[in-house]
C-alpha cells in the first residue's frame, strides 16, 4: 500500500484546535456577551427606576428597611443563568456541525466548547460580584435597592458570593450542553426519554426523602455544609453533565 | 501516483437502509476527482464517512494513511464544505473569514479576499439577510481559500448564478494549478465540470458503478446517427447504452470503438459523435441490461 508511507504535504502544523474552538465561540460576541449584558443593564435601569419610585415614596427608615429586605427575594439577575443554558444549546447546535466541516475532532471541539463556558463562567461570576460589591457598598445604588444581592446568591464574602455565581453558571452551561449533545446524538427521541429519566429521577428521590420522613435531616444538612458546601455540591451534578455531555458528543453526527 | 484515500469494502446502514453498499475506491493525490450521482445515491454520506462525520457500520476508510475518524492529525488537513452550510446565528460572511485561519495553516488571506470581490460577497451583512447563492459563495471562498491538502465539495453551488459557478471553476484551476491538492467535487452539474474533472467516480444506490480516469471514460463510449437500417446493422452484436430513433434515422451510443470500428461506420454512412460525460453518466446509471434490450425492439 502506498499510502502507508504517505505524509500529508507540506503540513504547517496547526495551533491548537481547542484553543481555535474557543476562538471560534467569541468570534462574534453577541450572543455571549453582548446581548446578555444589554438585558442586564435594561432590566437593572427598570429596577433602579422602581427603588426610586418606592424610595420617592417611602420616608421612614423603618419601612425603607423592610423594603430593603423584601427586594432580596428579587429574580431580576435570575434570567441571567437561564439564559446561558439556552446559550449552549444553541451555540453547540449550529457551532459543531461548522467546526466538524474545518476538520475539527469531536474531541477538541467538546474541550474547546467546555473551555469557553469555563471562561465566561469567570467573566461573568467576577462582573455580577463587583456588581454586587458595588450594590453593598452604596446601600443598594443609594436607594436601598437590591438586584445582585439577592437571596439565593447568599455569602458572607464576595469570594463566597463570587463561587456561588461561578458554581451556578457552570451548571447552567454544562446542563445546556448535556441537552444539546443529547440531541445531536440521539435527536427528540433520545431527548425525551433523558427529560422522562431525569423526572423520574427526581419524583423518586424527594419520595425517598418523603416516605423515610428525613426532610429535617436533609435541611440540617443543608444548614450545616452551609453555602459553600451546597455550592461544592452543585460542582457534582455539573461534572456529570459535563462528563456525559463528553460521551454524548463523541459518537454523535452531523444532521444531513 | 499515491493515494491520499483509500477505501474497502465500506458499510453505512441507517436501519434497514444501506446508504452505502460495500464500497471500494482509491482517490489519487493531487487530482481533482469528481463524485457524481442522483439525489440520495449516497454522495453526501460518503463524504461524511471520509472526514470523520459519521461512523462507518463496517469496512476500512484511509484517508492520508489512517482512520480519519476523530483523528487531529488526518482531520486538519481536510476541509469540507457541504450544501447549504449552517453558519452560527449571529456570523456575517467577515466572521468567517477571520475564523477560518484558525483552522486551516494554509489559509490564503489574500485570495479569500480577492475571491470575496469576485464573488461580490457583503462581508458585513448578516449571513441570514444573505441570498441562497450568496452563502453558497461564502462556503466555495473557505473551500478555496484554506488550501487544505483534501478538500471535499459537496455540491457547493446551491442557487450561485452561472456566471459565479464560472467563476468558481476559473478559480479552483488556475488555484489548483499553483497550488496542487486533492480535491473531491459531488455534483449534479456534470457537463458544467466535465473539463476540471481528472477522474469519475460514479455513485448509485449507495455502490459505486463507475470509477474510471475521465479521458478513458469520455472516449468510452460513442453515438452513431444514420439511417435505421444502417445503424441497426452497424450495432448488432454491440452493447448498446442507448437508442433512440425519429422517422427513418436512429441514433444509438455504443460502448468504445476501435479505430477500425469507426472506419468502418464511417464507410457505412453513419456519423460518429462524442458523448458527453453526462449523458454517459445518465445511461450507465439509469439502463440496466433488460430496458436496453426493450428499447432496442422498440425502436429497431
Known amino acids: 500500500m502506498t499510502t502507508t508511507a504517505l505524509t500529508p504535504p507540506s503540513i504547517a502544523q496547526a495551533p491548537s484546535r481547542v484553543l481555535a474552538v474557543l476562538r471560534l465561540h467569541f468570534a462574534s460576541r453577541y450572543i455571549l456577551i453582548g446581548a446578555p449584558w444589554a438585558i442586564m443593564a435594561i432590566i437593572f435601569v427598570v ?10 415614596s417611602v420616608s421612614s427608615p423603618t419601612d425603607r428597611a423592610e423594603v430593603t429586605a423584601g427586594l432580596q427575594w428579587s429574580g431580576a439577575s435570575l434570567y441571567l443563568f437561564v439564559w446561558m443554558s439556552i446559550v449552549a444549546v444553541q451555540s453547540i447546535m449550529v457551532s459543531f456541525p461548522f467546526a466538524l466541516g474545518y476538520g475539527v475532532t469531536r474531541r477538541d471541539y467538546y474541550l474547546g466548547t467546555s473551555l469557553t463556558y469555563v471562561l465566561l463562567s469567570v467573566g461573568y461570576a467576577t462582573v455580577l460580584t463587583l456588581l454586587a460589591g458595588i450594590e453593598q457598598a452604596t446601600d443598594g445604588w443609594g436607594l436601598g435597592g437590591q438586584m445582585f444581592n439577592a437571596v439565593y446568591f447568599a455569602g458572607d464574602t464576595l469570594v463566597e458570593r463570587f463561587f456561588v455565581f461561578l458554581a451556578l453558571l457552570l451548571f447552567f452551561y454544562f446542563s445546556g450542553a448535556l441537552g444539546a449533545t443529547v440531541y445531536l446524538r440521539w435527536k427528540q427521541p433520545g431527548l425525551l426519554a433523558a427529560f422522562a429519566a431525569l423526572g423520574v429521577l427526581i419524583v423518586g428521590l424527594c419520595a425517598l426523602v418523603t416516605i423515610s420522613q428525613s426532610w429535617q435531616r436533609v435541611f440540617e444538612f443543608a444548614t450545616s455544609v452551609g453555602t459553600g458546601g451546597l455550592v461544592a455540591l452543585l460542582l457534582i451534578p455539573t461534572a456529570i453533565a459535563a462528563l456525559t455531555g463528553y460521551g454524548a458528543l463523541r459518537r454523535a453526527t452531523p444532521k444531513n | 501516483m499515491t493515494s491520499v484515500i483509500e477505501v474497502a469494502h465500506l458499510t453505512k446502514r441507517f436501519g434497514d437502509l444501506a446508504a452505502i453498499d460495500d464500497v ?13 450521482g442522483r439525489n440520495g445515491a449516497g454522495k453526501t454520506t460518503l463524504m461524511q464517512l471520509l472526514t ?10 484511509d484517508v492520508f494513511g489512517a482512520n480519519p475518524v476523530e483523528n487531529a492529525d488526518v482531520l486538519q488537513n481536510v476541509c469540507f464544505i457541504k450544501e447549504s452550510q449552517k453558519y452560527p446565528d449571529e456570523f456575517r460572511p467577515k466572521h468567517v473569514f477571520r475564523s477560518a485561519p484558525w483552522f486551516f495553516p494554509h489559509w490564503d488571506a489574500e485570495f479569500a479576499e480577492q475571491l470575496v ?23 466555495v ?37 499553483e497550488h496542487p491538492r486533492t480535491i473531491l467535487l459531488s455534483t ?7 473539463n476540471l474533472l481528472e477522474h469519475v ?22 453515438t452513431i446517427a444514420g439511417t435505421r437500417a444502417a445503424v441497426a446493422a452497424f450495432s448488432e452484436g454491440r452493447e448498446v447504452l442507448h437508442a433512440e430513433t425519429i422517422g427513418g434515422l436512429s441514433s444509438v451510443t455504443l460502448e468504445a470503438l476501435s479505430p477500425s470500428d469507426r472506419a468502418d461506420a464511417a464507410a457505412a454512412g453513419l456519423e460518429l459523435a462524442p458523448v458527453s460525460l453526462q449523458q454517459l453518466i445518465i445511461r450507465k ?3 440496466t441490461a433488460p430496458a436496453t434490450e426493450s428499447e432496442m425492439e422498440h425502436s429497431a
Open chain 2, 201 to 222: 467516480l460514479v455513485i448509485d444506490d449507495g455502490r459505486v458503478v463507475i470509477d474510471e480516469e475521465a479521458d478513458v471514460l469520455r472516449g468510452s463510449a460513442t
Open chain 2, 285 to 287: 446509471t439509469t439502463l
Open chain 2, 117 to 139: 470581490e469576485d464573488f461580490r460577497v457583503p462581508a458585513n451583512r448578516p449571513i441570514k439577510k444573505l441570498s441562497r447563492g450568496q452563502v453558497s459563495s461564502v462556503g
Open chain 2, 188 to 194: 449534479h452539474l456534470i457537463d458544467e465540470v466535465a
Open chain 2, 52 to 61: 470523520g462525520q459519521q461512523f462507518a457500520t463496517s469496512g476500512t476508510i
Open chain 2, 141 to 177: 471562498i473557505v473551500g478555496l481559500a484554506s488550501r487544505a491538502p483534501l478538500t471535499f465539495f459537496d455540491e457547493p453551488y446551491l442557487g450561485l448564478d452561472a456566471v459565479a459557478r464560472q467563476i468558481f471553476y476559473d478559480r479552483l484551476l488556475q488555484d489548483y494549478a
Open chain 2, 24 to 36: 471500494s475506491f482509491r482517490v489519487e493525490e493531487n487530482a481533482i476527482t469528481g463524485l457524481l
Open chain 1, 47 to 56: 429596577n433602579l427606576a422602581v427603588w426610586a419610585i418606592i424610595f420617592a
